[in-house]
């Protein structure tokens, strides 16, 4: 099993930053073809935020294009999601998740992390 685990979320001002991270760990050996950051706000779908591959291509949704910046670490199984510029229309819960492959690169699923809510005030 693999498990993911978002830090960093909390309450910002419209104009501040935040600095998410989501940390994967497991028992057995796993590698993480790309990971992605979503978003759902209340009354809203889950939206696509960011996307990073292990080469290290990344997406962007437009709402948050050149606002966010989407990093990892291969090696230590992270990423990071670093929000500025924030306005209360980012307020949501975001998750990240990860593709993930196991032993002699056996596809094992998709993980989602539980979530960390992120609250801009205006």
């Known amino acids: 099993q693999v498990q993911l685990v978002e830090s960093g979320g909390g309450l910002v001002q419209a104009g501040g930053s935040l600095n998410l991270s989501c940390a994967a760990s497991?028992?057995?050996?796993?590698?993480?073809n790309a990971w992605n950051w979503h978003r759902e706000a209340p009354g809203k779908q889950r939206e696509l935020v960011?996307?990073?591959?292990?080469?290290?291509?990344?997406n962007y949704a437009d709402a948050v294009k050149g606002r966010f910046t989407v990093s990892s670490d291969n090696a230590k199984k992270t990423v990071s999601l670093l929000l500025n510029s924030l306005t209360p229309e980012d307020t949501a819960v975001y998750s990240c998740?990860?593709?993930?492959?196991?032993?002699?690169?056996?596809?094992?699923?998709?993980?989602w992390g539980q979530g960390i809510q992120v609250t801009v005030s205006s």
């Open positions: 497991g028992e057995i050996f796993f590698s993480i």
């Open positions: 998740n990860a593709d993930i492959y196991g032993p002699q690169l056996i596809y094992q699923g998709l993980y």
């Open positions: 960011a996307r990073i591959t292990s080469g290290g291509s990344t």
